[in-house]
């Protein structure tokens, strides 16, 4: 969805996944966060897109013995960033987890990820349309029902069916 936002605005796209942006060294995790954040202002208008944000943002103090608390500083630092972004920077800041819950309450403040969107589970409607996508660049089997195959596997994400 995230990238699909980019195409729609003409943007570029960075992609970050929360973990990569963690090292074992002191101060280079934040420096990750900083030099993720120059890159995004290069490169406007650009879609920045934090993938798995939980393993960056959760709430500060549930981290315990993480060498020091570099949780916290990278946490600190990631809202430091998303606050020097003004109405005009042409950077849209997006981010996905699983765990919602778990999330430093920080981040979800105006001016941040201020706005939630919920994408539950495809309904069997959904998952029809699924694996037409990704079925359609094989060849057709004769009698291939994916109404059927949508029947046998309630609860799939569309990550489940491509697999």
Do not use: Y
Not at 12 to 18: L, Q, W
Not at 46 to 51: I, K, M
Not at 92 to 113: E, P, Q, S, W
């Amino acid at each position: 969805m995230a990238k699909a936002v980019a195409n729609e605005c003409a943007s570029n796209f960075i992609s970050i996944k929360g973990p990569e942006l963690l090292t074992k060294w002191f101060g280079e995790s934040e420096e990750n966060v900083r030099g993720i954040f120059d890159k995004a202002r290069g490169a406007a208008p650009c879609v920045l897109f934090f993938d798995e944000l939980d393993s960056v943002g959760q709430a500060r103090g549930s981290s315990q013995g993480d060498a020091g608390g570099a949780g916290d500083r990278v946490l600190n630092q990631l809202l430091t960033e998303m606050d020097g972004f003004g109405t005009n920077s042409n950077v849209i800041v997006l981010a996905a987890t699983n765990r919602a819950d778990v999330l430093d309450k920080a981040l979800m403040r105006a001016g941040r990820f201020d706005r939630q969107i919920f994408v539950d589970l495809p309904d069997i409607r959904e998952r029809a349309e699924i694996f037409l996508v990704h079925l359609a660049p094989l060849k057709k089997v004769e009698g291939l029902d994916t109404e059927f195959l949508a029947k046998q596997t309630p609860g799939f994400s569309g990550a489940d069916i491509a697999n």
